[in-house]
């Protein structure tokens, strides 16, 4: 019972560990990228505007639907029918219509439509620029605020050591007190 109380305890702490262990990512510059390309909704939404610039180019492309319109006398008071489309009582018309474009307006609207692919590309890539260029800056700064740290952190506890050294020797008589309160400012 007793080494399974002590299995059982070492297990729980192993496992705590590792979860602690986990909490911690670590990102080069490259993955940050990667994770930055992926998810960042301005850029993707930028992307999406691309997309619609080039769905607008097919439309451009595309000739203009013709419109048939039909009319008919739901009743006629006359006969006492409904929907009737006889030539002799009934009253019925029917037309067709198709829009055609002079002067190269259709290609000049294609030619509009190409630019505007080319305008949504150029503000995709300077936003990725832009965004990339962010990316980059912060990360170089986070880095050297943690090298910064780092060194303050060593520097701490160097002076620290010192201090305790300069107490033993101020218990042997070797230092005056104002070197050891120089030491404190310095902490």
């Known amino acids: 019972m007793k080494n399974y109380l002590i299995f059982t305890v070492s297990l729980m702490l192993l496992l705590i560990t590792k979860a602690n262990a986990q909490d911690t990512l670590r990102l080069d510059l490259q993955k940050s990228e990667k994770l930055f390309l992926e998810g960042n909704y301005q ?28 009319e008919n006398l739901f009743y006629n008071h006359e006969t006492g029918r409904f929907l009737e489309t006889s030539m002799a009582t009934g009253q019925f018309s029917a037309e067709i219509s ?3 474009k002079l002067a190269g307006k259709r290609n000049k609207n294609i030619q ?28 170089y700064k986070t880095y050297y605020a943690q090298q910064s740290a780092t060194i303050y952190q ?34």
């Open 112 to 139: 509009l439509a190409k630019a505007g692919v080319k305008v949504a590309e150029y503000a995709y890539f300077d936003v990725m620029r832009t965004l990339r260029y962010e990316l980059r800056n912060t990360f």
């Open 43 to 70: 850029l993707i939404a930028q992307s999406y505007q691309t997309d619609q610039a080039k769905a607008e180019v097919i439309t451009a492309k595309l000739f203009d639907n013709p419109e048939l319109n039909y």
């Open 98 to 100: 198709q829009l055609l």
């Open 154 to 187: 060593e520097q701490i506890y160097n002076l620290e050591l010192l201090l305790v050294a300069s107490e033993r020797q101020l218990q042997s008589g070797n230092i005056a007190l104002k070197d050891i309160l120089r030491i404190k400012s310095l902490g």
